[in-house]
C-alpha cells in the first residue's frame, strides 16, 4: 500500500465505527487498478476483499457524476450483487505531487432502510418509499487524466509487442467491464499505449461484447 493511503486507514475506522455494522468503508490503490483493494473495514455491503479490482461504479457513477466535485461524489446509489440497494460516497486521494493514487469509499446499506420506511409508508397508508435514482452522467474535464493514468498503469511496464492476442483482450476486457471506454478519448489511448490499431482495439471490444464480456 502507498504510504500515504496508509495514514488514511484511522480514518477508515472512525467512518465504520461512527455509522456502525451496515457501514462498509474501503482503501484503493490505484498504482495496482487490477488489484486496488488494499483495505476493507466492515466489508458486509458489497463483500469487497482485498486484492479485488475497483468496479464499473467508479467511472460511471463517481467520475461521470454531476456529483463529482472537488475530488469528491456522496451520496450516490448502486445496486448490490444481491439487489440490495447501497448509498455511496467516494473521495479521491492524492500525494503530494497532487497526482491521484487512490480513493477512499464509504458504503452503507439501505435495505434495512428502505424496508422500514415501506413499512411505514403502509401503515400511514402512503406509497412506497423509493429510494433516489443515480444522478445522470455528464463528463468532468478533470476525468480524463485520472483515467488515463489507470490505463497507464493497467498497462505498466508489460512488453505489449510480445504479448499473446488473448493477453491483449484479456487487459481490454478488464478495463471494458470497469467503463473505461465509456470516456471520450480513451480507445485512443489505450491503442497507443498497446500498440495496436484502433480498428484492432474494436474488433477485440466486439468479439468481448459478443462473448458476453
Not at 468503508?25 to 469487497?48: A, C, G, K, L, M
Not at 418509499?129 to 480524463?144: G, K, M, Q, T, Y
Amino acid at each position: 500500500m502507498h504510504p500515504i493511503l496508509e495514514n488514511y486507514i484511522p480514518v477508515a475506522k472512525l467512518i465504520s465505527q461512527t455509522f456502525g455494522s451496515h457501514c462498509e468503508v474501503i482503501i484503493h490503490d490505484f498504482d495496482r487498478p487490477q488489484n486496488s483493494v488494499v483495505y476493507t473495514e466492515n466489508n458486509v455491503v458489497t463483500n469487497r476483499a482485498v486484492g479485488e479490482s475497483f468496479t464499473e461504479y467508479f467511472v460511471k457513477e463517481v467520475l461521470l457524476s454531476r456529483k463529482f466535485n472537488n475530488d469528491c461524489c456522496a451520496n450516490y446509489i448502486m445496486e448490490g450483487k444481491d439487489g440490495k440497494k447501497i448509498k455511496s460516497s467516494t473521495a479521491l486521494i492524492r500525494d503530494l505531487n497532487g497526482k491521484v493514487i487512490g480513493a477512499l469509499c464509504v458504503n452503507i446499506d439501505l435495505s434495512r432502510i428502505v424496508q422500514f420506511m415501506g413499512d411505514i409508508s403502509t401503515l400511514l397508508g402512503m406509497p412506497d418509499a423509493i429510494v433516489p435514482p443515480a444522478e445522470e452522467v455528464d463528463v468532468v474535464s478533470s476525468i480524463r487524466e485520472i483515467v488515463d493514468d489507470i490505463i497507464d498503469r493497467t498497462i505498466g511496464d508489460q512488453d505489449v509487442e510480445s504479448m499473446s492476442r488473448d493477453q491483449k483482450i484479456a487487459l481490454i476486457r478488464f478495463m471494458n467491464d470497469r467503463e473505461i471506454f465509456t470516456i471520450k478519448g480513451t480507445l485512443d489511448k489505450v491503442a497507443e499505449r498497446m500498440k495496436i490499431s484502433k480498428v484492432t482495439v474494436y474488433s477485440y471490444l466486439d468479439e468481448i461484447r459478443k462473448n458476453g464480456g
